[in-house]
Every structure is written in C-alpha cells, then in structure tokens.
C-alpha cells in the first residue's frame, strides 16, 4: 500500500511535468511559426521592390541610350549631307562607313528595346557590354567625321 501511495503522487508530478514540457513546445512552435510567416512577407516585399527598382533603372537607362542613339543618327545623317558636293568615287566609300555604323546604331536601338530584364548580375553584364558598344559607336563616328 506503501507503493501505491507513493506512486500516485510521483505520477501526478511526472504527468504534470510531461504536459508543461508538451505545452511550452507547442508554444515556442506557434511563436517559430509565426516569425517564419512574417519573414516570408517580409522577403516578398522586399523582392517586390527590387524589381521595382530594377525596372525603373532599366527604364531610366534606356530613356538616355536612346537618346543617345538618336544624336548618332542625327550626326550620321549630317555627315551624308555634307558630302554630297564630292565626287562620287570619294562619296560612296564615305557612304558605306555611313551606312554600316547607321546599321550598327539601328542593330543597338534593337537590342535595348528587346532586353528583357533580368538577373541584377545578368542585368550589370549586359550594361557593361552595351555601354562599350555605344562608345565604340560614338568614337567611330567622330573618327569618320574628323578623318574626312
């Protein structure tokens, strides 16, 4: 009898502690749960705005390349007016450098306007590279027009 008035307690204890343990789980649980729901809004967020940003970066650079392009197009088209008066043989290999960096602008003109935007990286590489093809573009009209 001994025993048993002894173990009653003892397991009364020991359920108590078990469920405790088992609640405060549950609880810190609920808490893990809910900080992970509100970092998954947080990292929507923010992803959000990034391409937000991104895309008006994109819009803003395109806005000043293509003007930039379009200032090509206009020196190339004077630099064809102004050799109209020589003769035809010194004319039309002046034409040809014309035209091929009038193809080269266009060529450029299209592949701003077919850019799908993309990774920052991916975005940054293709930045770089077109910003290099422009100022090639730019010098070589200068040269042409400084070289005649």
């Known amino acids: ?28 649980e609920t808490k893990d749960l809910k900080d992970a729901k509100a970092d998954v809004v947080d990292a929507e967020n923010n992803l959000e705005q990034a391409k937000k940003d991104s895309a008006e970066e994109y819009t803003k650079y395109k806005t000043v390349v293509l003007f930039t392009l379009t200032e090509n197009e206009k020196k190339i088209a004077a630099l064809k007016e102004k050799r109209k008066t020589e003769s035809a043989t010194a004319r039309t290999k002046y034409l040809k450098e014309l035209d091929a960096l009038e193809q080269k602008n266009d060529l450029l003109k299209s592949k701003i306007n077919l850019y799908n935007n993309g990774a920052k990286d991916k975005w940054e590489a293709f930045k770089k590279g077109f910003n290099q093809e422009v100022d090639d573009l730019g010098k070589s009209i200068s040269a042409l027009a400084t070289k005649n």
């Open 1 to 28: 009898m001994k025993i048993i008035t002894i173990s009653y307690p003892l397991a009364v204890v020991l359920a108590l502690s078990l469920n405790f343990a088992c609640s405060n789980s549950t609880q810190n």
